[in-house]
């Protein structure tokens, strides 16, 4: 089996995780990466857990050409695994145009050089906000699309539609969409984790900025939610977690034992948290206060969703293993490791 496979966004917080993985099972790995939302130092990292640096080239996939000269140069990847996408629902929001373009045209310039260099397989970072808010929950994969909630949410449904039709047309042979419900921790070693860059938009690691003292306060965004505590409900994933579904996929493409040409997995615990839990989870592993305060709903928003896990724990042979406890500390061991040893980031 050709073992050499593209990781898209592989400097990136999921991306990161999934080179581990996928080296600590003997994969090559190349990354291509434009650093808009990343260091390069995570490479330093994941060469630390593993032994292996894997190759990088710094390469924006909206620019085609550059993409082509790449593929040129490195011949015999089998399979590709694409995270490099914007993902801030907020700003999507506020600057769609950004969002459609980077996110869209990237796949479709990645889609067409693979066309070009016969590579048959994708693996798709899509997202649980593919399903907007659902009447029936938890969600399956069998759940309806609906009208997305931000231009972000659009993004992975267009996505999705592009590399279906792109299948139909057979200039691909394979998708495996992973639709990813809420990604927190980091790895158990606390040499990579979660880097975002200026102010935090996702719950944890406002929480453990907040907690080491680099904001003043936690915006808990709404309580009066029909919520048994008011606050927000999602399914909060661990990242390494994620990441060995991510080698499964591969691996499941690799051997050609997929069930259909495009299948959709939900990655998720299957267990709804609140905000508050969360904050609540993470007082108790900290053993500290955290300050917070309880603001104004956030726009776009859904109430509550978690996943039904059931497909992707029979086929995929996958499931959760590591505590909602062990890593919200995993977020904490990182950010504490951030701010005093690894001052390089
Ligand atoms: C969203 C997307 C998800 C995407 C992710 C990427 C939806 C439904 N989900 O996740 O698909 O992969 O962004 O970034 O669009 N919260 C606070 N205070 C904060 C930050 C968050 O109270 O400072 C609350 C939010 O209101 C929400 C929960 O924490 O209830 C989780 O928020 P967040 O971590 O931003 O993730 P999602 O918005 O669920």
Known sequence: MNKKILVTGGTGYIGSHTVVELQNKG???????????????????????????????????????QLSLFFKKHSGIS???????????????????KYYSNNLISLINLLNQMKIHA??????????????????LPVSENSPIQLAN????????????IIRDTITAKQLENCISLRYFNPIGAHSSALIGELPLGVP????????????GIRDQLMVFGNEYNTPDGTCIRDYINVTDLAKAHVIAVERLLKKITKKNFEV??????????????????????Q?????????????????????????????????????KDTILSSWKWEQCLRTKHTRF
């Open 119 to 136: 590579i048959k397989g994708i693996i798709f970072s899509s997202s649980c906000t593919v399903y907007g808010q659902p009447d029936k």
């Open 27 to 65: 994969f090559d790995v190349i990354i291509i990466d434009n650093l808009s939302n990343s260091k390069i130092e995570v490479l330093d990292g994941i060469e630390k857990i593993t032994g292996k640096r894997p190759e990088f080239e710094c390469i924006d996939l909206c620019d085609e050409s």
């Open 201 to 212: 938009n996702n719950l944890v690691p406002f929480i453990t900025q907040t907690a080491i």
């Open 265 to 286: 997995f939900n990655l998720g615990t299957g267990t709804g948290v609140s905000v508050m839990e969360i904050i609540k989870t993470f007082e108790k592993v900290s």
């Open 79 to 97: 399979s590709v695994i694409h995270f490099a996408a914007y993902k801030a629902v907020g700003e999507s929001v506020q600057d769609p145009l």
């Open 150 to 161: 931000s231009p972000y949410g659009n993004t992975k449904q267009i996505s999705e539609e």
């Open 288 to 324: 500290q206060s955290l300050n917070y305060k309880i603001v104004q709903r956030r726009e776009g928003d859904v109430e509550q969703i978690w996943a039904d896990t059931c497909y992707a724990n029979k086929e995929l042979g996958w499931i959760t293993e590591i505590s909602l």
